[in-house]
């Protein structure tokens, strides 16, 4: 059987875009692999609210025009930001069915090396070969869990991303550990759900967004001097936001100041909104985790204060750590091959590995290219970086030309 050009993993942001801009190849054989929003639907909670901007919570397409905007004239939902969650998985979906409405939503269960490439067996056995590959499966395998929390039942504890309704955890006393937005927001819904919360964070104080300091800069610039310091891309602090929504910018700084601007961009933060709602929820800062126990069907947590708290249940909104590794569908021939610096894969342009021809788009790709590959508002950068690169290029080892 004659491999295809080019397979794409994933049915998120970010494989949506880029199918949606490859679709525009003409002659360019490509399926796509996944179910819609999958992870949204499944690992976020009902009742959440997208942090990122209205202009950043786009999903790139090639003629702008599969807009949030346009998304409402056709649907006739109307909202604006910050943008509920199911409005924003239908979102999702409606971009799938106009774009990609070829989607295969089989997982693909297995990539390993081929003569022609790379081959592919789906969750159904069928398999394949592929010259090209390109991975968007998101963060869901990099949920971090602290070792102190191994090793204890998930009647106990659970990682934010395994709920999709907290109201499982009515009437119960929660510990939330963390301090960014899945933390604070899941603090938020638990309290509002009825749970009895307290929120555990290692920082000395929670970061607001669009706090007393920056509302007053966006309110006393004019709409040209905020333009010239937020980039709509949304991903930093003012003038590091127009660094930030630029990669091929960011790529060619030392990479200690990347990193130090990385991590002023990224550091753990909850939108304003949560204030109120949570102020009546016991915050306890600058506190971490010494010691975790079961005690019969509760929890007994020693902070490095000494104090104890016990509980019914905690909560990790502890976030991510990228470790392609994790992604159980590569061989290990393969992660093996692809040159990695803590567990992110390093990416040269078009977002390759070093291995020819396979690509990983999304969160794996921020020690590259920065913080914007996390998010929403990085799918035009990441889709137009794909199609440079296959524009003119050999495939990998067959020496044809993607486009004749
Ligand atoms: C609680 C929370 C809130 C967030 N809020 C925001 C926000 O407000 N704004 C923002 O920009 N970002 C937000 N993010 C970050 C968000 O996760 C990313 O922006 C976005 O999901 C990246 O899209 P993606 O396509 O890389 O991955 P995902 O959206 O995770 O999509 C992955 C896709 O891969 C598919 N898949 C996985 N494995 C396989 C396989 N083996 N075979 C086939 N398909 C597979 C899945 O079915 C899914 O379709 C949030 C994250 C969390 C956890």
């Given at each position: 059987?004659?491999?295809?050009?080019?397979?794409?993993?994933g049915a998120g942001p970010y494989g949506l875009s880029?199918?949606?801009?490859?679709?525009?190849?003409?002659?360019?054989?490509?399926?796509?692999?996944g179910e819609p929003m999958s992870f949204w639907d499944r690992s976020m909670p009902v009742g959440m609210f997208l942090r990122s901007a209205w202009t950043a919570t786009q999903i790139?397409?090639?003629?702008?025009?599969l807009t949030l905007e346009?998304f409402q004239?056709?649907s006739g939902n109307h909202f604006e930001t910050p943008v509920p969650l199911d409005h924003f998985i239908q979102y999702g979906r409606w971009y799938q069915s106009?774009?990609?409405?070829?989607?295969?939503?089989?997982?693909?269960?297995?990539?390993?090396?081929?003569?022609?490439?790379?081959?592919?067996?789906?969750?159904?056995?069928?398999?394949?070969?592929?010259?090209?590959?390109?991975?968007?499966?998101g963060i869901a395998?990099?949920a971090?869990?602290?070792?102190?929390?191994?090793?204890?039942?998930?009647?106990?504890?659970t990682h934010t991303t395994d709920h999709r309704d907290l109201r499982t955890l009515t009437?119960?006393?929660?510990?939330v550990?963390g301090?960014g937005q899945s933390a604070l927001e899941s603090g938020a819904l638990l309290h509002e759900g009825?749970?009895?919360?307290?929120?555990?964070?290692?920082?000395?104080?929670?970061?607001?967004l669009?706090?007393?300091?920056?509302?007053?800069?966006?309110?006393?610039?004019?709409?040209?001097?905020?333009?010239?310091?937020?980039?709509?891309?949304d991903?930093?602090?003012?003038?590091?936001?127009?660094?930030?929504?630029?990669?091929?910018?960011?790529?060619?700084?030392?990479?200690?100041?990347?990193?130090?601007?990385?991590?002023?961009?990224?550091?753990?933060a909850g939108s304003r909104w949560l204030?109120?709602r949570l102020?009546?929820?016991?915050?306890?800062?600058?506190?971490?985790?010494?010691?975790?126990?079961?005690?019969?069907?509760?929890?007994?947590?020693?902070?490095?204060?000494?104090?104890?708290?016990?509980?019914?249940?905690?909560l990790?909104g502890?976030g991510f750590?990228?470790?392609?590794?994790?992604?159980?569908?590569?061989?290990?021939?393969?992660?093996?091959?692809?040159?990695?610096?803590?567990?992110?894969?390093?990416?040269?342009?078009?977002?390759?590995?070093?291995?020819?021809?396979?690509?990983?788009?999304g969160a794996?790709?921020?020690?590259?290219?920065?913080?914007?590959?996390q998010f929403v508002s990085?799918t035009?950068?990441?889709?137009?970086?794909?199609?440079?690169?296959?524009?003119?290029?050999?495939?990998?080892?067959?020496?044809?030309?993607?486009?004749?």
């Amino acid at each position: 059987m004659t491999p295809c050009d080019v397979s794409i993993v994933g049915a998120g942001p970010y494989g949506l875009s880029a199918a949606a801009h490859l679709r525009t190849v003409k002659g360019l054989e490509l399926r796509v692999f996944g179910e819609p929003m999958s992870f949204w639907d499944r690992s976020m909670p009902v009742g959440m609210f997208l942090r990122s901007a209205w202009t950043a919570t786009q999903i790139a397409n090639p003629n702008s025009s599969l807009t949030l905007e346009a998304f409402q004239a056709e649907s006739g939902n109307h909202f604006e930001t910050p943008v509920p969650l199911d409005h924003f998985i239908q979102y999702g979906r409606w971009y799938q069915s106009r774009a990609v409405p070829d989607l295969d939503q089989r997982r693909v269960a297995h990539i390993e090396f081929d003569p022609r490439g790379f081959r592919l067996t789906l969750q159904d056995g069928e398999v394949f070969s592929s010259r090209r590959v390109i991975i968007a499966v998101g963060i869901a395998s990099f949920a971090w869990r602290p070792p102190e929390f191994q090793g204890l039942p998930s009647s106990l504890v659970t990682h934010t991303t395994d709920h999709r309704d907290l109201r499982t955890l009515t009437g119960k006393r929660v510990l939330v550990v963390g301090s960014g937005q899945s933390a604070l927001e899941s603090g938020a819904l638990l309290h509002e759900g009825g749970a009895e919360v307290e929120i555990i964070a290692r920082s000395g104080r929670i970061h607001w967004l669009q706090g007393w300091a920056s509302k007053t800069l966006h309110r006393r610039l004019g709409t040209f001097t905020r333009q010239l310091l937020y980039a709509p891309t949304d991903v930093g602090p003012a003038g590091i936001s127009q660094i930030m929504a630029r990669p091929d910018l960011l790529r060619r700084l030392p990479r200690r100041v990347q990193d130090k601007l990385r991590k002023r961009s990224t550091r753990p933060a909850g939108s304003r909104w949560l204030v109120e709602r949570l102020r009546e929820v016991p915050i306890s800062l600058g506190r971490s985790v010494a010691s975790v126990a079961a005690e019969g069907e509760q929890v007994k947590v020693r902070l490095d204060d000494g104090s104890e708290r016990k509980a019914d249940h905690v909560l990790l909104g502890t976030g991510f750590h990228v470790d392609i590794s994790k992604y159980d569908f590569l061989a290990p021939e393969l992660v093996q091959s692809i040159r990695c610096y803590n567990g992110y894969p390093l990416l040269k342009e078009g977002l390759e590995t070093s291995v020819p021809g396979l690509h990983f788009l999304g969160a794996p790709a921020a020690w590259s290219f920065g913080p914007l590959m996390q998010f929403v508002s990085g799918t035009g950068y990441a889709s137009r970086a794909l199609i440079r690169c296959l524009a003119g290029t050999k495939l990998p080892r067959n020496g044809h030309e993607v486009f004749s």
